[in-house]
Structure formats: structure tokens, C-alpha cells
């Protein structure tokens, strides 16, 4: 056996290497590409470093590493000369001893040197090496040897005699023992250098004779021994077992076998037993057992001045003194004595069967119990006594309470108190607290009563000092402002059946209570008020710290008291158990954690750095521990896997992580410990991993789907546009075709008849005398008419035939027959930009606009200059039309058209419906301007672009 630095306790048997973590045993498995020398493991020793000496049984050596790694430090050629080899130390200078069964070797720098008689080593066999002080010391079977460092020899220094055992041992003060007479004596050796022994030297390697524990205990095993043990064997002159022997286990029914083996002391104190049936353990009591005392409840028990501790039974005769020092139980009477209490002002109370005693300065006082019912006195068993500072109240059988005033026993129910009391406690003076088996706790204050419900069930425990704190059969409360305020715990049981409570000087709390005893330091207890809806943080002391039985229930008296030397007494159904005060802020340290191992799809992998998982890895189970081999099932864990775990996740005493539907990527799986109520680990231990995507979740098969999915809406597109530009294609065929049918309505009758009209008057115009006025009129009424008729056939035109539109020429045509029809001066064009092909109709709608501003201008504002301007600019295109003349009143302008004319109206309808914006100023006597502006997408016509593929 050996236990390495990082709390693993290892073992080595004839089937393999094993290791356990307090919880769990688990064959040792190297790492990928290692293997051990062997399945029969004969010796471990552990480095101070953390790493772990093998030796097997047929030869060889090897070296797990703290890190995992496994190395060899022997070769081949070296294994036959160390088979069986029985113990390991290491040197100062870091070299290795090595006994087997035969002969002595040292090992350093890969080299290997035998010790035998040429170096003054005369052993026939090789027992155990103790390097100590810089001494190097090896026993045999009859003798014990001193390396000489200067000479590189070992000097014969004590011989044992015959039958010898040749075991040597070290205390923990430094001091180097012989092992004499198969372990019948132990005694000193006088020539060793003594020094303190490194603190965790007994669990470096298993002693297979004796061994002195931490305290100074000597142990020993042996071949159908068992289990021997000397107390404090450490500050005796020399030991002789069968004298000084305390204790011993050597019965078949005690140990798995009484063929012991080896003996190993761990970091936490525990010591461990290898026999040939298996492996025992010996934990450390937190809880000392006080003998003497009867072990039957109920028990009282109370402190006088002295700082004595006195202990009554109510089942059993005597009366027990423990001393103020923390000596053993005396006891003090061999009469019967039922109830202890100490009275307020200090005294010591004792109830016998007829009277009421009080002890105080060693003089004593005396109460007769009232007299039975024929008026002699008789025998009472009294199970309660308590002083409330103004009267003594005693509860005796049949007779119920009675409370001792004014000189008499007055009965309590004539003092207004309730029969049925399940707990009561003491408050201020005067006060008292009482429970009942209704859940009820009823105050009685000097004569008034007040009553308090709960849901506690029956009230079996009470503490009325600053707080007044409640225990029931359902739970633990506090009375705060007349309210119950329950507390919670992790596991609800361990606030169950408080029957003892009790406050130290530091503020802690300690319940005894049906799981054991229950100790909540004061800071978490205030954090735990503060806070009702928050878990009670708490340590739990039970069986694997020496608590036995069960809390004592039977008389409802309280099942804790105050101990000698600022201990605490606490009281089960198997007896007195002592907790000594130094135990008090015990805070055990946190344990060492390890991520064990992840598991998916039923294989395990180790955690080692880059680990990557499969494609598809969304379900697994990470595995993990805490090297504490004393109190494994006190420890709790806490997890988180970064990257889906925000916080740390409460896994209670569970040491298995559980994720599904976890997506690719990497994480980094934390898990820390702590045992009850001490800290986390630090840190806490890690396991980092990758989960490959499948070939769904890369980012190149995304990239793809992404690239298809804008093809397919690229396709989408072009088929709407294709949809929409038919669907335009057979409007605008509609819209033909019914312009050709207004052209030829127009054609066929009003130019037609237009033209008849203008044939007619031009007949009745040639009758008439050539000189006449009204010959000249005809003339000139017939030239306009042909001017219109010209101006309607140029609209025939446009409606049936769609060519694109020359503005500038167009607008010089508008001019010019303006001019001739109204008389004003030529119409002037001018273009800015380059000129632009315009959108189907716009054109159309920008001459019937421009024409309708020259025909105004020319009809009405009787200018003298008239200028139209054309400007193809890249983001819009303007028409500008403007005149000098007499201008347009603003009242005109404000109503946006004069009454009964559309003039205006029309143009502003055409920019509409064009989509651009149409603008009129005008200054009376300065002329007006009117300015078309349009958005170059709606002014010129487009020219599809073809996509990339059409080009190919």
C-alpha cells in the first residue's frame, strides 16, 4: 500500500495495481502506448513529488508520474537482480535502497550497487531500511547496520538475538526503534539521530511489522495476529506488547482475516490493515466515547463552580463526576440519582428518590419530595429538574410538575400551567418555555402566558437565550417577531428530531439530531436567517466520526450539555459521546479533485490533453472523485461545463456528470469539492475537449447551403420578374391596341371631319372678294384650323407609334406654331447634359406639359422672350419653361388653378402620375417659371442587365 501525494491510495496485489479514492476502487490503467512490467505488484513506495515507485514481485521496477506518464527505471538486463523486492527508501541524495528478500541493493543515477559482506553487510536477509537524521539504517533478522557515508560500509551496531524480528520503526518525535523477539519489545536505539519525521512519511509505504502513528500509537500486525495497539507508546522507555497492550483485534468476527499483512497510516490519519481477505480501515473519532457512565438513556447532566461535569441516569444507579481536567469518569455514589441540574445562581441540583439535593461550597441542602397519599413519604422518580431563578420545578412521577415556593410544593396546573409539556427551557428570570405535542410553544412570563403555533409536530427541543430556537419531529424554526421561521438543509433529515441545542462562545450552533450531530458555524447561521429561502450550510458529524446511537428521545431532556474543558456532552440512546473543544473550528481541508474519464457511445476515453470527440458526440457522461478516504460520503461536488453551464451546478455526493443534445465545438468541463461545510477545492480540476462537427454542422457545408439558398432565390427572382414583365408585356399590348383604336376613332372622325370643315370654309372663303375683311378672316381661321389639324394628326401619330421622342425638336415645332397662332417672339431651347432615351410615356407627358406652360405664355402673359430648358442630369431630369411677361396673381397661384380653366390643374396631374414634382412661380410683372423635375429611374428607360451566367 502506498498513498501518493495527491490523496490516491494505491495498492498493489498479485492481479494488478488498483488505486482508491475513498469511494471506489478501480484497477490502474497506463496510459496509451505504456504498459506495467507485471501483474504481480510486491512493493509501492511514494515520492514526496507525487510520484509512484512499482516494484514486482519478479523484478523491476517502474514509475508513475504525477502527471500519468509511466516510466521504467530499470532495464531488462537489471530485473532479475531485483526480484522481490520487500521495502523502498530514498536517500537524501535521491538515490533508492531496495531490500529483497536476499540482499541490499542502492540505486543512483540508473546505476545499480549490491551491499554484501565486501561493504561490511553481513545480513542473511534484508528486513527494513530507515534513513533518518542522514543516517542510513538497515536491520536483518538478528542484527542492525549504520552506513559509514565516508567509508561507503555498513557497521554492525546492535544485535538483536535470537529469533529476533529486526524491525525498525520511527516515531513522530524522530526517535529510531528496534523491533526485538517477533515483536514481543520494542526499544530505542541509542545511537540514532533523532529528528521530527517527516509529516506524512507513514503513508509513503505500508510497514509490514509495526508502526508508530501521528499520535505516538504503536501498532502491529503479524502472521494470525491480528491487530495489535499500544496507546502513547511514543513516551514510554521501551515497550513490551503483552504489557502495555491497549487494545487488540485478533478474532476472526472482527477482521476480514486475523492474517494481517501491512499497515498503513494516510494524510487524513486513517489507518489502513491489508490482511489475506481484504483491506480494513480504522477512521480517526472525532466523538470520545466517555466510559464509566451507564450506557442507558436518559441521561441528565450538569457543571458545578469547580468546572466538574455530574451525570445522573434516570434507568441506572450512580452518580459520575468528570473531572474539570478531562480525566476519566469517578464515580461519585452508588445511589440513586434520576435528574441533574444547576441552578441559577450556580449551585448543583440532584433529585434522588425522596428528596432534592443542593450542593454548593460543599455544604448541602435537602427537600423532602411531598409524602404519598397516606401521608408517609415514599419513593418518586423525578426526570426533570429546572430553576427558573424565582422557583425550582420538579417533575415526578404521576404527580406531574410541582414547583418549590414559599415552602411548599404548590402543583404547576394552580400556577396556570398546562399539563403535557414535551420540551422545556429556560429564559429569562422567571420564564419559562414549554412545547407541546400539538406543535404549541407557550411562554409563561411571571404569571402571564403567551402561545405561539406551529407546524413542527411534537416540540422535542429548546434554547431560549438571545433567539429561542425550536426542534420538532418535522423540523428545526426560530421564533422571530411571534413567527416561525423554518430553516432548510440540504438533506432535510438532519434537521429532524433535534433534541439538543446548544450555543458556544464562538456563536456555532450544534444540534444533536436524528442524523447525528449537526454543526453550523455562526456566520452561516446568520446567513441563513438572513435569508430563509437560501440552504442551511452545515457539517454533519455521525458514524464514520464516532457518533453511535441515536439522539436521546426517551425523557425529551435536552441531549446536549456543557463538558470539561470547554467540550461538549452529547447524549444517544448507546451512551455519553465528547467532543473536545479544539474540535470545535475543525475545518477540513479541501480535497484533491480528478476528472476521471468521459464516456460516449458506450467507450471511455481518459482525460488527456486534445482529447476530441467523434462527429456527432451530443449525449456523454463525465466522471470524477475526491481523494478524501476518511469521509467520502461527506464530500459535495460542484460542476460546470463552459460553454452550456453558466453557473456551477449542485451534484451533491454524486460523482457523475451527465450532458445531452450538447452541439460541435470546444469545452472545458470543471469540478470542484468540498467536504460538508469547509471550502472548495481551489480551482478545482479540468477537462478540456472537442466535439467534431458532422458534415452538416461545417462551416463549408453551411457556406454551400448558404451559396444554393441565394442561387434559389436569384432563380425565384428572375422567375417573378419574368412573371411580372409578361404580365406588363400583355397590359401594354392592351394598352396598344386600344391606343390604336383611339387613333383610329380620332383619324376616322374628328380629323376627318375637321378636314371636311376646313374644305367647306375654304370653298365659302374663295366666294368671297379676295380684298375683303372677311376674306381675310377665313384666311386666317383657316390657318390655325389647319395648324391644329396638324398638331391633332401629330397626336394621331404618337398614339400609334411608340419612336423614341426628339424633346428639343419637338418643343422648337410647339414654339413655332405658338408663335404663328398668338405672335410672339420664337420659342429658344436649350439641353444640358447628354441626352437620354426617356421612359415609355414620359415624353409624352412632358410635351403635354410643356405645351400646355408655351400656350399659356403665348396666349396670355404677352412676353417678348420665351425660353425652354432641357437638363439630363444623373439623378434627375428638369424641364424648365419661362417667360418675362405680365406673370400670374398670387391668388391664382394660392388656388393652385383659376376657376373654370385645367390648365394648370393638368400639368400638375401629368408630373404626378410621371412621378416627379411639378413647381409654378410667378412674379407679377416679372415673368413666370415653370420647372418639371423628375427621378432619373422614372425619366429614362432602362436597359436590362444581363445576369453573369447569360454572358457565358
Known amino acids: 500500500m502506498a498513498q501518493t501525494t495527491d490523496g490516491w491510495l494505491w495498492l498493489g496485489t498479485n492481479f494488478g495495481l488498483y488505486r482508491f479514492d475513498g469511494s471506489h476502487f478501480e484497477r490502474y490503467a497506463p496510459p496509451a502506448g505504456a504498459r506495467l512490467l507485471g501483474d504481480s505488484i510486491r512493493t509501492l513506495h511514494a515520492l514526496e513529488n507525487g510520484d509512484l515507485l512499482i516494484a514486482y514481485e519478479y523484478g523491476g521496477i517502474s514509475v508513475r508520474r504525477r502527471d500519468g506518464t509511466l516510466a521504467h527505471l530499470t532495464g531488462d538486463k537489471l530485473r532479475s537482480d531485483l526480484r522481490g523486492i520487500n521495502q523502498i527508501a530514498k536517500d537524501q541524495d535521491g538515490s533508492l535502497w531496495l531490500a529483497t528478500a536476499t540482499q541490499l541493493h542502492r540505486y543512483a543515477n540508473g546505476k545499480l550497487q549490491r551491499y554484501g559482506p565486501e561493504q561490511g553487510f553481513t545480513g542473511l536477509r534484508s528486513s527494513t531500511i530507515a534513513v533518518a537524521g542522514g543516517q542510513v539504517w538497515v536491520s536483518d533478522l538478528f542484527n542492525v547496520f549504520l552506513l559509514d557515508r565516508s567509508a561507503n560500509r555498513f557497521q554492525k551496531m546492535e544485535k538483536a538475538g535470537p529469533n529476533g524480528r529486526g524491525g525498525l520503526l520511527r516515531s513522530p518525535d524522530g526517535q529510531l526503534w528496534f523491533e526485538t523477539y517477533y515483536g514481543k519489545s520494542v526499544v530505542r536505539l541509542p545511537n540514532a539521530i533523532s529528528g521530527p519525521r517527516p509529516r506524512f512519511s507513514s503513508a509513503e509505504e505500508s510497514h509490514g511489522a509495526g508502526m508508530f502513528d501521528r499520535h505516538g500509537n504503536l501498532w502491529q500486525v503479524g502472521p494470525l495476529q491480528g491487530l495489535s495497539m499500544v496507546a502513547r507508546a511514543q513516551a514510554l522507555d521501551s515497550i513490551e506488547l503483552e504489557r502495555d497492550l491497549t487494545g487488540k483485534l485478533n478474532q476472526p468476527w472482527q477482521l476480514s482475516s486475523i492474517s494481517t499483512t501491512g499497515l498503513l497510516e494516510d494524510r487524513s490519519g486513517n489507518i489502513w490493515v491489508s490482511t489475506f481477505a481484504g483491506l480494513e480501515r480504522l477512521r480517526p473519532s472525532r466523538l470520545q466515547a466517555i466510559h464509566g457512565p451507564p450506557s442507558q438513556e436518559p441521561y441528565s447532566a450538569a457543571n458545578d463552580a469547580p468546572g466538574n461535569t455530574w451525570v445522573a441516569s434516570l434507568n441506572a444507579p450512580g452518580l459520575w463526576r468528570l473531572p474539570a481536567d478531562g ?72 404527580l406531574g410538575w410541582l414547583a418549590w415556593m414559599d415552602g411548599r410544593w404548590t402543583p404547576a396546573t394552580e400556577l396556570g400551567i398546562e399539563p403535557g409539556a414535551a420540551a422545556v427551557a429556560l429564559g429569562r428570570s422567571g420564564q419559562l418555555w414549554i412545547g407541546y405535542g400539538d406543535g404549541r410553544l407557550v411562554l409563561y412570563d411571571n404569571g402571564r402566558k ?138 477540513h481541508p479541501a480535497p484533491f479533485v480528478e476528472v476521471l474519464r468521459l464516456r460516449h457511445h458506450a467507450q471511455d476515453e481518459a482525460n488527456r ?69 469547509g471550502p472548495w477545492s481551489d480551482g478545482g480540476a479540468e477537462l478540456a475537449f472537442t466535439v467534431m462537427p458532422t458534415l452538416t454542422q461545417t462551416l463549408w457545408f453551411r457556406g454551400a447551403c448558404g451559396l444554393a439558398l441565394l442561387i434559389l432565390l436569384s432563380l425565384l427572382y428572375r422567375y417573378r420578374l419574368r412573371v411580372v414583365t409578361r404580365r406588363l408585356e400583355e ?178 396631374e401629368r408630373a404626378q402620375r410621371s412621378g416627379g414634382t411639378l413647381a409654378i412661380e410667378s412674379i407679377p410683372g416679372g415673368g413666370t417659371s415653370v420647372t418639371l423635375r423628375l427621378p432619373a429611374r422614372d425619366a429614362y428607360k432602362r436597359r436590362p442587365r444581363p445576369w453573369p451566367w447569360q454572358t457565358l
Do not use: C
Not at 882 to 904: C, F, T, V
Open 450 to 587: 403567551q402561545s405561539y403555533a406551529s407546524e413542527l409536530g411534537t416540540i422535542v427541543g429548546l434554547l431560549a437565550g438571545d433567539e429561542v430556537i425550536v426542534g420538532g419531529e418535522r423540523g428545526l424554526a426560530v421564533l422571530q417577531n411571534g413567527q416561525f421561521l423554518s430553516l432548510k438543509a440540504r438533506d432535510p433529515e438532519v434537521l429532524r428530531y433535534v433534541t439538543g441545542i446548544a450555543v458556544t462562545s464562538n456563536g456555532d450552533r450544534w444540534f444533536n439530531g436524528g442524523r447525528g450531530v449537526v454543526h453550523v458555524r455562526n456566520a452561516d447561521w446568520r446567513a441563513a436567517l438572513a435569508n430563509p429561502a437560501s440552504l442551511l450550510r452545515y457539517e454533519l458529524i455521525d458514524a464514520a466520526d464516532g457518533y453511535v446511537g441515536q439522539t436521546a428521545t426517551l425523557s425529551r431532556l435536552p441531549s446536549i450539555a456543557a463538558g470539561p474543558q470547554g467540550s461538549l456532552l452529547f447524549m444517544t440512546s448507546a451512551g455519553l459521546l465528547r467532543l473536545a473543544a479544539e474540535e470545535f473550528q475543525a475545518v
Open 327 to 398: 480525566g476519566q469518569a469517578v464515580l461519585e455514589s452508588e445511589d440513586s440519582y434520576a435528574a441533574v441540574t444547576t441552578a441559577r445562581d450556580g449551585a448543583l441540583l440532584l433529585a434522588s428518590k425522596r428528596f432534592l439535593e443542593r450542593r454548593e461550597n460543599g455544604k448541602v441542602q435537602r427537600i423532602d419530595f411531598p409524602a404519598g397519599p397516606d401521608g408517609k413519604p415514599r419513593d418518586w422518580i423525578a426526570t426533570r429538574i429546572i430553576d427558573d431563578g424565582h422557583r425550582v420545578w420538579v417533575q415526578l412521577n404521576t
Open 731 to 908: 397590359r401594354l399590348l392592351v394598352r396598344t391596341k386600344e391606343r390604336e383604336r383611339i387613333a383610329r376613332a380620332l383619324h376616322d372622325t374628328i380629323i376627318q371631319g375637321m378636314q371636311a370643315i376646313i374644305l367647306r370654309v375654304h370653298a365659302i372663303g374663295l366666294s368671297l372678294p379676295p380684298d375683303s375683311r372677311a376674306r381675310r378672316d377665313i384666311d386666317h381661321t383657316l390657318e390655325q384650323a389647319e395648324s391644329t389639324l396638324i398638331e391633332g394628326r401629330d397626336e394621331v401619330r404618337d398614339l400609334r407609334d411608340d419612336k423614341p421622342v426628339e424633346l428639343a425638336a419637338a418643343l422648337e415645332d410647339i414654339g413655332r406654331l405658338a408663335g404663328r397662332t398668338y405672335g410672339h417672339a420664337a420659342l429658344q431651347v436649350s439641353t444640358e447634359g447628354k441626352s437620354r432615351p426617356l421612359a415609355e410615356g414620359v415624353a409624352y407627358e412632358i410635351l403635354a406639359i410643356a405645351r400646355e406652360a408655351i400656350y399659356n405664355a403665348s396666349k396670355h402673359a404677352e412676353a417678348d422672350r420665351l425660353t425652354a430648358q432641357l437638363v439630363f442630369g444623373a439623378r434627375r431630369f428638369t424641364l424648365v419653361v419661362r417667360d418675362n411677361g405680365r406673370g400670374i396673381s398670387p391668388q391664382i397661384l394660392q388656388a393652385g388653378a383659376k376657376e373654370g380653366h385645367w390648365g394648370m390643374a393638368g400639368m400638375r
Open 609 to 677: 490533453p486534445g482529447l476530441t470527440l467523434p462527429p456527432g458526440t451530443d449525449n456523454f457522461s463525465i466522471a470524477y472523485t475526491a481523494l478524501e478516504l476518511g469521509r467520502a460520503q461527506h464530500v459535495r461536488f460542484q460542476y460546470q461545463l463552459l460553454g452550456v453551464d453558466t453557473d456551477w451546478q449542485d451534484a451533491g455526493e454524486r460523482r457523475i456528470a451527465y450532458y445531452t443534445n450538447v452541439g460541435h465545438g470546444s469545452y472545458r468541463f470543471r469540478v470542484r469539492a468540498a467536504v460538508d461545510n
